[in-house]
């Protein structure tokens, strides 16, 4: 059922994020601007919720998912959907549909990490097994990138 979840919204991200492309009124190189700064914010964004909201508002609930990784999928998933929304009428198609690859991304990350290990980069499977754990370092799930900005990252 988890895979059908993570595939299902993977192949959904994927194909709402190149109608946005298709349907944008702006030149191809605004869009392009645009699609990689969305990409870029969801991998902040996906970091400051795991270190500062799973790890810090909620812990309880997210410490499910470190106990039993499946467990709290479905818990998630509308929420990141509403805030999608809210993207999509502040900030545009071409800025959402960035957001959406690195969501696609992001949910083939996890889901390799708990289910495909020889499905993932080594650096990214060691980086999300570390976080397990230790779960007070490498928040990032779909790149190190952030961890290394801010100190987070337990090598």
Known sequence: M???IYF???LVASLIAI??????PFRMSSDAALLVAGFVTWTLAEYVV???VL??????????HHANPDAAVLNIVWQIWACFALIYLTAGGAFL???LVAYAWYLFVHHCAHHGHDKLPLPLLEHHR???QFATRNYGVS???WDRAFGTMLR
């Open 8 to 10: 299902g919204e993977m």
């Open 19 to 24: 109608v946005l492309l298709a349907i944008s």
């Open 50 to 52: 795991h270190r500062f």
């Open 2 to 4: 988890t895979a059908f």
């Open 97 to 99: 549909a960035g957001g």
């Open 55 to 64: 790890h810090g508002l909620v812990p309880t609930q997210h410490a499910l």
């Open 130 to 132: 570390r976080h397990h």
């Open 143 to 145: 790149t190190t990138l």
